[in-house]
């Protein structure tokens, strides 16, 4: 009996100790703290980082705006989204301990504009900001450049001839006339040069310059100035700064800039002429700044009229040569340029035949290793036999002066009537010899319309033009000053082409820059996709954002937007498409244009 009960009160004892032993112990807290930046600009990387006592498993972010790059157990590296104004945003970051236990902590942080310490900054108006965001685009850093132009002309102006002339007051005007893109600090990312043209350019003024401005993308895709990157603290300037070339000229792995110059030509009231030439620009790097090397260049006592550009090695020694109003420059080892233009083809120093070069390209047609020369000369419509675009092939056994001249497909407006206005080489048809694209457009009517003319290559530097097949419809170069023609909008034929890979599938597109100043113009920046064969289609998928005038802070009003303006494709933040670089002018006699970004946001 006192067995049983003894059997009894160990049993109990034993279940009671087993039963002690398995009760739930309260989890040990977690918790963590968030380290971050109250406040950046946006569409910059800021990182987000969580300390904690206890060991953290993951970290989430969890937010509408602001975008995960990547991420570790301890810090998320995020990027801020773009803003029209200083915008304050809340996020979460989501820990998890290795225990799988969770906390959440908020946080926010002011997203602001970036505020460029220039003259006439401005900011983006907040009345009409529909067509700033888009499904692809959104607008961004707006206004890193801002030009006032305030100087006056009372001149009489005769343009384009002297039947043309006009008596009425006005303002010049800067524009973004032509623009390229390199990489001028070696950083590794794409940065802008632009020359500012000053209209009206064949009238003499004072103050206004004609300047070469480059800027600096500072690695996040926000472009700035700063005139600190000139070696003389100034950007180069003369009466009409044109077209652009970007070439490594002293081979250091840096790219440089040689910027054609126009000078002055001035028809008068009389019928007589007013003008001088000027000398070219060349920007070179040296040691982390560009310097004006302009003074390197030996014209041999004669500078002339320079609508063209190109560069290109003709002699085979690795050095790119420099082709401007029909002088050929010939590098001495990058160290200067000697002119050297008596060795050109000596029909080609015929000044009363082939009056001026519209557009010239030095580049290895014939794929013998040495830079061919293409001249696309100006128009002359009343003159029975003009001047045809021509290309004189290069021969390693032959001096220059003896290289086989071949004649060119005519222009698309006709032979005298066409102007050759822009030209790029580009192996558009992916069979490894490069190809010729021009923009083109009339003489009569005045710059009227635009065409794209695409001459394709055989390999041995014959081309024939293919522009119908390969880019058919181009409605954009119609003579809309003539009554019975019907179109969508009015193009003018000035303006610089680029090509490029818009959407990284290994193509290169068609992008087409004009200007676009009232809403019945087209816009200012034209793709036309390549499917793959070199054969292209306009591009009417894609929804650029932009600005116009009356979208400006202390510029806003009521009325009709016009479309985007002069645009340049540029890989500014190395995501996703291409982005861009337009200009706008703000509505008012301040007279002041706008340079800002457009980001591609999707893939």
């Not at 006592?53 to 998320?76: E, K």
């Not at 006056?152 to 343009?159: I, K, Q």
């Not at 000369?377 to 009343?382: I, L, S």
């Not at 990284?504 to 087209?522: E, K, R, V, Y």
């Amino acid at each position: 009996m006192k067995i049983n009960k003894i059997k009894q009160i160990l049993l109990i004892i034993f279940l009671v100790s087993c039963g002690s032993g398995s009760s739930d112990k309260s989890p040990e807290p977690f918790n963590f703290v968030i380290e971050a930046v109250n406040e950046a600009y946006d569409y910059s990387l800021i990182e987000i980082k969580a300390n904690s006592p206890s060991s953290i498993l993951s970290l989430q972010l969890i937010s509408d705006d602001l975008t995960l790059i990547s991420s570790n157990n301890s810090t998320l590296s995020v990027l801020l989204p773009i803003v029209f104004s200083d915008t304050l945003f809340e996020y979460q970051v989501k820990g998890i301990n290795s225990s799988g236990i969770s906390t959440t902590v908020s946080k926010t942080i002011l997203v602001k504009v970036y505020p460029h310490g220039i003259e006439n900054y401005s900011l983006l108006g907040q009345t009409d900001t529909e067509n700033f965001l888009t499904n692809d685009y959104a607008v961004f850093n707006f206004s890193f450049e801002a030009i006032n132009t305030d100087e006056p002309f009372t001149e009489t102006l005769c343009y384009p001839t002297v039947n043309d002339c006009s008596e009425e007051d006005g303002i010049f005007t800067s524009d973004m006339h032509n623009s390229n893109y390199g990489d001028f600090n070696g950083d590794g990312y794409e940065d802008l040069v632009v020359t500012w043209a000053v209209f009206p350019h064949t009238l003499e003024r004072e103050l206004t310059k004609s300047q070469v401005e480059i800027y600096l993308n500072d690695g996040t895709g926000r472009l700035k100035k700063d005139h600190q990157f000139f070696f003389d603290r100034e950007p180069p300037s003369r009466h009409m700064t044109y077209r652009i070339v970007v070439e490594d000229f002293n081979l250091d792995g840096i790219d440089d800039i040689f910027v054609g110059s126009m000078g002055l030509s001035k028809r008068n009231p009389d019928g007589s002429y007013t003008s001088f030439s000027e000398p070219n620009v060349l920007l070179l790097s040296d040691n982390g700044l560009m310097k004006d090397a302009s003074n390197i260049i030996d014209y041999k006592g004669e500078t002339s009229f320079s609508h063209d550009a190109s560069a290109g090695d003709v002699n085979g020694d690795g050095y790119p040569d420099i082709l401007a109003g029909r002088a050929l420059f010939l590098s001495n080892l990058g160290q200067s340029f000697t002119n050297i233009s008596e060795q050109l083809p000596a029909d080609w120093r015929d000044w009363s035949k082939y009056q001026y070069t519209m557009s010239s390209l030095m580049e290895d047609f014939n794929g013998d290793g040495l830079a061919d020369i293409v001249m696309l000369w100006n128009d002359d419509e009343f003159n029975p036999n003009p001047p045809k675009p021509e290309i004189a092939l290069s021969n390693s056994l032959l001096e220059i002066k003896d290289w086989e001249i071949r004649v060119l497909p005519e222009g698309f407006f006709g032979s005298g009537l066409t102007k050759f206005n822009y030209a790029k080489a580009a192996d558009i048809d992916s069979d490894e010899d490069l190809d010729i694209v021009i923009g083109t457009t009339r003489a009569n009517p005045y710059y009227v319309g635009r065409y794209i003319q695409i001459l394709i290559n055989d390999g041995e530097g014959n081309f024939s033009d293919e522009s119908l097949t390969r880019l058919p419809n181009q409605d954009r170069s119609v003579n809309f000053e003539d009554p019975d023609e019907t179109y969508e909008c009015k193009a003018y034929g000035e303006g610089p082409l680029f090509i490029r890979d818009f959407e990284g599938d290994g193509d290169l597109d068609i992008f087409d820059q004009t200007a676009s100043n009232s809403p019945t113009q087209c816009p200012g920046i034209t793709i036309f996709l390549n499917d793959g064969e070199g054969k292209f289609q306009k591009d009417v998928i894609t929804q650029i954002a932009w600005v116009s005038g009356i979208q400006i802070a202390g510029f806003e009003y009521e009325g009709e937007i016009n479309p985007i303006n002069r645009s340049i494709p540029l890989n500014l933040d190395q995501r996703n498409k291409l982005d861009f670089a337009a200009e706008v002018y703000a509505p008012s006699y301040d007279n002041i244009v706008f340079l800002y970004e457009v980001i591609s946001t999707a893939d």
